[in-house]
């Protein structure tokens, strides 16, 4: 069997049939017509935004597999749920801060998806096989400059997505897709968590900031330091229990039906769904698989009915297949540790004053601080934004 990756043409038509805020355009291949899913692709992905032919930006950019750190953070102990990802962050910036610094930042971005392989070079390893490398990646960045250039378009509202030298997408790509097809089922996406990303799902949590107006759907974790009053689209919770899922991003359709311990399927069912594990669900996610017999196999008793699909067919049309069986999980844990990560989100729309009169603690008294985030609900906090922002 040949093993398939997803080209750049694909990956283009994956993102139109998902990412309803994604429109096709004259100048670049897309318009983000809300600039702060400019900011979560830039956070989810490689993609960066343009400053010069020198420096791009990004927001909280990752370094290998890590998440980068906070200066203070809060870390769960317990031994069983050691590898959600250590940190809860407690005082660091909203992404709202920085708008002041970028007056447009929220406004449309353009997108260019750049095809790499059109900048490389075909070369061959010691063994024979040919391989693809980037000749020059400064002029990948000089020939989209010089399209914004002859269309007035402002360096800082462009967005660039370099595929490859091969001219394929990986698993970052498969990541964002699958973020986005399950936040607008009503799953809170973040980092935080096993495997490549991880979405929660807590209905009184959900119900309570789309009843108030901030969320028409689930949102990715980033998404709750950005709060604004949405256009209300109706989103009813058709579920009542708590959920956690653990996505696995493969490049490659072999990948992705692996029952080997080290990808795909198998590599959840070894990792990330022991009974300990918090994870009552898993979602494999890559390239051409569209059934349910591409990640099953026949033993019922397999832990591989726990795991969903998220994929693409030849013509780029999204597939999404729900996992058959809940996990048997000890889940309590691992939800209270993803509500104070939301709750720490939250309060990121405060100033440190405002976080601490609304808690009523002395801004010196560090352990009270972190007590009252434990303890305090969500309705209070959103009551003080709804206060700060929107009151009459």
């Known amino acids: ?17 998902s990412c309803d805020f994604l429109k096709e355009d004259e100048i670049a291949d897309f318009k983000i017509i809300n600039g702060k899913e400019a900011i979560l692709l830039s956070i989810y992905t490689g993609a960066f ?23 203070l953070c809060i870390m769960p102990i317990q031994e069983e749920i050691w590898t959600i ?30 095809n790499a392989r059109e900048y490389s070079r075909r070369k061959y390893d010691y063994s024979g096989r040919f391989y693809y490398e980037l000749r020059d990646g400064s002029k990948i960045i000089k020939d989209v400059l010089n399209k914004i250039k002859l269309n007035n378009i402002n360096p800082q509202d462009c967005l660039v997505w370099i595929s490859n030298p091969n001219g394929t997408f990986g698993e970052d790509f498969w990541k964002y897709v699958s973020g986005v097809i399950l936040r607008e089922k009503g799953y809170f996406i973040t980092y935080y968590g096993m495997g490549d990303l991880s979405a929660y799902y807590i209905p009184e949590y959900l119900k309570e900031m789309v009843d108030r107006g901030f969320l028409k759907r689930g949102a990715f974790i980033e998404e709750l330091e950005m709060l604004e009053k949405t256009t209300p689209k109706y989103f009813k919770s058709i579920k009542s229990n708590y959920e956690s899922i653990v996505i696995e991003a493969e490049s490659s359709d072999i990948r992705v039906r692996s029952h080997s311990k080290k990808a795909g399927v198998g590599q959840i069912i070894e990792k990330y769904l022991g009974y300990e594990s918090g994870n009552n669900y898993g979602i494999v996610t890559g390239p051409f698989c569209t059934t349910y017999t591409d990640i099953h196999c026949q033993n019922d008793k397999c832990l591989c009915k ?77 009551d003080k934004i709804e206060e700060k922002y929107y009151a009459t």
């Open 85 to 114: 990802s250590e940190i809860i962050p407690i005082f660091g910036l909203s992404l709202s801060f920085y708008f002041q610094f970028f007056p447009t930042l929220s406004k449309p971005k353009y997108l260019f998806i750049i």
């Open 1 to 17: 069997m040949t093993e398939k990756w997803i080209d750049v043409d694909t990956a283009k038509k994956v993102l139109k049939n």
């Open 306 to 382: 726990s795991i969903g699909l998220i994929s693409c067919d030849e013509n780029g049309n999204p597939i999404f297949l729900e996992p058959k069986r809940e996990n048997v999980v000890q889940l309590e844990r691992k939800i209270e540790i993803i509500k104070t990560l939301i709750k720490c989100s939250l309060l990121r729309n405060l100033s440190f004053k405002e976080r601490c009169e609304l808690m009523e603690t002395r801004p010196t008294n560090l352990i009270d601080y972190l007590e009252k985030i434990l303890s305090i609900d969500i309705a209070t906090i959103l």
């Open 49 to 71: 935004f343009l400053i010069n032919e020198k420096y791009k930006f990004g927001f909280r950019p990752t370094l290998g597999a890590w998440s980068p750190k906070e200066s």
